[in-house]
Antibody, heavy 121, light 105 residues
């Protein structure tokens, strides 16, 4: 089955680090861009950025540049989203999503189930 | 940054109705537009890409149109499973609209 499976919900304190994961299966993981999307009740869906597993080329939204880091482990077909120091405002659901086509920008045709991150003291 | 303005934010309709949701881009995006459906607690699901191309497996009652800055998503005859929130997305710089919640009248 072609799917993206994300790691489970996290509850963290402000200032703590966090790394969440998104594992692809059933397709050529390294050949498709993986995007990260944040969803909060107040802001809807926000594109955070995108990474190409083949060579780890990364593009960050200006709103998230410097706030998060994307990475991949090709051997595990897994993409990661990490924070070095969480803030309460990072509380949200985070989705990974696969871009349809590699050679140009395109829509996201497959999504992970989402990871809920709660940051609270 | 390209802003996407969706309207209406909420839409009340009945089973069998024809409904249209509009999305306007702050600058031209050619046909680089997608529509997604999201149900509570679930990930978004791709319905339409390239403004008017139906994603595989999506019922034909869904259709998209437009180019440049004005786009529409139409559901020709609402089914009970269609009550959800719909988002447009431009994939020039990937921003999303704020969503349209489709409610049962």
């Amino acid at each position: 089955e072609v799917q993206l499976v994300q790691s489970g919900a996290e509850v963290k304190k402000p200032g703590e680090p966090l790394k969440i994961s998104c594992q692809g299966s059933g397709y050529g993981f390294i050949n498709y861009w993986i995007a990260w999307v944040r969803q909060t009740p107040g802001q809807g869906l926000e594109w955070m950025g995108i990474i190409y597993p083949f060579n780890s080329e990364t593009r960050y939204s200006p709103s998230f540049q410097g706030q998060v880091t994307f990475s991949v482990d090709k051997s595990l077909s897994t993409a990661y989203l990490q924070w070095s120091s969480l803030k309460a405002s990072d509380t949200a659901v985070y989705y990974c999503a696969r871009q349809r086509i590699t050679m140009t920008s395109d829509a996201f045709d497959m999504w992970g189930q989402g990871t809920m991150v709660t940051v609270s003291s | 940054d390209i802003q996407m303005t969706q309207s209406p934010s909420t839409l009340s309709a009945s089973v069998g109705d024809r409904v249209t949701i509009t999305c306007r881009a702050s600058q031209t995006i050619r046909d680089w537009l997608a529509w997604y459906q999201q149900k509570p607690g679930k990930a978004p699901k791709l319905l339409i890409y390239k403004a008017s191309s139906l994603e595989s497996g999506v019922p034909s009652r869904f259709s998209g149109s437009g180019s440049g800055t004005e786009f529409t998503l139409t559901i020709s005859s609402l089914q009970p499973d269609d009550f959800a929130t719909y988002y447009c997305q431009q994939y020039n710089t990937y921003s999303f609209g704020r969503g349209t919640k489709l409610e049962i009248k």
